[in-house]
């Protein structure tokens, strides 16, 4: 069908190659207009794996800091777990004293400081345990940062 459009238009106007190439090049473009699903999901995996490779090209640039990640991480989460197990200590104390609002009172805030390394702990976590969908990690760990 598009070749005889293109013969006839081409012994109208011209050329069969000039014809032809306004014709492909009409077809080509009302392709692109149309994305259909399959092509958006091949850009999505496309996607994926780059952030994929992103992700290990960097671990292997940086593989010499690996010392040093593993230090703050170890840090890090060691002042974490202890700001918890002393609130939940200081929780438990109180039950046991007549008056033991001071401790409530000491609880409230040492879990307060804990409850603000979260984010630090979700990027930890995040890099150690879940490295591919480390991304969607991030934006919430930083989400807990800017509070």
Known sequence: MLSIL?????RVFGTDKAVSRVVDHTANALDKLIYTDEEEAEAKAQAVTEARSMVIEWMKATSGQNLARRLLAMVITLVW???????MS??????WLENGDKCNASSQIIGGYAENMNGAMMLILGFYFAAPHLSSVAGVALKKFSK
Do not use: R
């Open 81 to 87: 777990v202890s700001q918890y197990v002393a609130m």
């Open 90 to 95: 200081l929780s438990v104390i109180a039950v």
């Open 6 to 10: 293109s013969s006839t238009l081409g």
